[in-house]
């Protein structure tokens, strides 16, 4: 089983950063992509940045250029870079690994953890 461990998150003030790490039970680099959403109360779940097995990656538009997301496959860990943090970044944010093989498509989800952007 595929499990994904999200950290990082807590209360931080407008303008501060943050560093949230995904860590997976299995190695990373056979998913075809790993990445980052976020989800907040009454909003529908958006994408904040992806990463491919071959390192290129992409980001939604509300966090580009304030964010970046690296991997490690020798930690089976994500990371997921944000600076320049804004009320609107409050959100929970969800670890997604994504794999298609064998003509199964699999998508796995972490519990996520919180980001309250506050002053």
């Known amino acids: 089983q595929v499990q994904l461990v999200e950290s990082g998150g807590g209360l931080v003030t407008p303008g501060g950063s943050l560093r949230l790490s995904c860590a997976s039970s299995e190695s990373i680099f056979r998913f075809n992509y790993m990445g980052w959403y976020r989800q907040a109360p009454g909003k529908e779940r958006e994408l904040v940045a992806t990463?491919?097995?071959?390192?290129?990656?992409n980001y939604g538009d509300f966090v580009k250029g304030r964010s970046a997301i690296d991997r490690d496959d020798d930690k089976n860990t994500v990371y997921l870079h944000m600076n320049n943090l804004k009320p609107e970044d409050t959100a929970v944010y969800l670890c997604n690994a994504y794999e298609n093989g064998w003509g199964t498509e699999r998508t796995y989800w972490g519990q996520g953890t919180q980001v309250h952007v506050t002053s």
């Open positions: 990463v491919a097995s071959g390192g290129s990656t």
